[in-house]
């Protein structure tokens, strides 16, 4: 999908898609710098659009993990169906319901999860439910990793981790704080 056809799609759902343009290849970078990618059984993407970070992620992952991406938007599904990988299932549902999926896939518990959820857009008690499902599906070294354009989320990400650190990528539009977050 090109960048038109990305923004026409934030026409037509603002609130659900909360970005105007893929992110670039610097803020995938961001994001995807922590993880490591030798031991990796199972990433979880939260929000996968039109799949900027789902391609990096399949450069990069073993041969035997799995990706589950969980994308709400019936459009950008059907583009990520056109991944012929098999090691990524397309969950067209919420991120909220996490648990349902992995049970359905036996995962116990997941490694990494990477997150574009507009959280400002998105209710506060969804946002809450999220956060504690993810705290709950990862295995105890696992990490979250989130973009924002604002550092809004912070103290809701405080709440649940540990650790949170803070980055900004200002190479992307609009200019993004990454959060990774652990234990
Ligand atoms: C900012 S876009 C990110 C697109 C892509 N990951 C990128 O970085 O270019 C956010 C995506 O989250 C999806 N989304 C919003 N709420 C969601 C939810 N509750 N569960 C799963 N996906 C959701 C939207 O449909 C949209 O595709």
């Known amino acids: ?70 994308e709400i938007n019936a459009d950008f599904c059907e583009i990520l169906n056109e991944i012929k990988d098999p090691r990524l299932k397309i969950i067209s549902d ?18 990494y999860i990477v997150s574009s959820l507009p959280f400002a857009m998105i209710p506060n008690g969804i946002v809450k439910n999220i956060l504690a499902v993810v705290k709950k599906v990862l295995k105890p070294a696992g990490m979250f990793m989130q973009y924002q354009y604002s550092l809004n989320a912070y103290k809701k990400l405080k709440g649940t981790f540990k650790n949170v650190e803070i980055s900004f990528t200002p190479i992307n539009i609009p200019p993004a704080f990454v959060f990774v977050c652990n234990d």
Request: net charge positive; glycine share 4%; aromatic share 10%.
């Open 1 to 70: 999908m090109s960048k038109k056809d990305f923004f026409s799609a934030f026409l037509k759902q603002t609130k659900n898609i909360g970005a105007i343009a893929p992110s670039s290849r610097f803020l995938v970078k961001k994001m995807l710098d922590p993880i490591d990618f030798k031991t990796v059984k199972c990433i979880v993407e939260f929000g996968p659009g039109t799949g900027s970070i789902t391609h990096e992620l399949l450069n990069l992952m073993p041969k035997d993990s799995v990706l589950l991406a969980f």
């Open 94 to 111: 919420t991120a909220e319901n996490i648990e349902l999926y992995l049970k359905e896939n036996n995962i116990e518990r997941v490694d």
